[in-house]
Structure formats: structure tokens, C-alpha cells
């Protein structure tokens, strides 16, 4: 088993940015890709980014390319998601998941374990 645990969600203002952190237990955590997928109000949730298990592939949403940076220490545990340029289209509850695999996936059936979540805002 592998427990998530997102951190480092908060307000923002527009343009602004944040740091999430996702702290992952569980000796299998270097053999798993990891995603970030989000929540908005009224929204199914959606596919945000996602990072290979070594780290050296990933991928993004298109509404979050260029913005957005994803990346993964695995010495630590962590996975992070830097979000830079912030709107309030972004606003939403964003999810940690570990992955079934090492390969990267944008679908939520790929991944088994998943955090609780941390609420970003961002306001106009």
C-alpha cells in the first residue's frame, strides 16, 4: 500500500504562483509514474500532469502546458507540481496519485492509490 499526502495548496491571486507537494510512503514509489489530476467546482475531475517512474518523461494538459512543471525526487518520497502564471480557471481541489506502472498515463483507472487533496484557489 502507498499512502499520498498533497501539501502547499492555499489562495493565490491571479498570476500568482504555488508549490504542491505530494509525499508518498511505500518501497515501490521509485517503480511507479505519478500524476496530479484536479477537481473544479461543477467539473469532473481532470487530468493535469503526470511524470514516468525515473522522472524522465512526462506530460501535461493542454490548459496547463507552458505553466505548469511537474517533477519527482525519489530519494524523497515527493512529487511536486509547480504552477506558475495562476487564473482562476485553475481554481479547483488537486489530487496526488501514484501509478499502477512506471509508464506515465492521463487516465485515472491507472492509478490505484490516491491522496486526499489540497484546494488551490485562485482568485481575480
Known amino acids: 500500500q502507498v499512502h499520498v499526502v498533497e501539501s502547499g495548496g492555499g489562495l493565490v491571486q491571479a498570476g500568482g504562483s504555488l508549490r504542491l507537494s505530494c509525499a508518498a510512503s511505500g518501497r515501490t514509489f521509485s517503480s511507479r509514474a505519478m500524476g496530479w489530476f484536479r477537481q473544479a467546482p461543477g467539473k469532473e475531475r481532470e487530468f493535469v500532469a503526470a511524470?514516468?517512474?525515473?522522472?524522465?518523461?512526462?506530460d501535461y494538459a493542454d490548459s496547463v502546458k507552458g505553466r505548469f512543471t511537474i517533477s519527482r525526487d525519489n530519494a524523497k518520497n515527493t512529487v511536486y507540481l509547480q504552477m506558475n502564471n495562476l487564473e482562476p480557471e485553475d481554481t479547483a481541489v488537486y489530487y496526488c496519485?501514484?501509478?499502477?506502472?512506471?509508464?506515465?498515463?492521463?487516465?485515472?483507472?491507472?492509478?490505484?492509490?490516491w491522496g486526499q487533496g489540497t484546494q488551490v484557489t485562485v482568485s481575480s
Open positions: 511524470i514516468s517512474a525515473s522522472g524522465g518523461r512526462n
Open positions: 496519485a501514484a501509478g499502477r506502472y512506471i509508464f506515465m498515463s492521463i487516465r485515472t483507472s491507472d492509478y490505484d492509490y
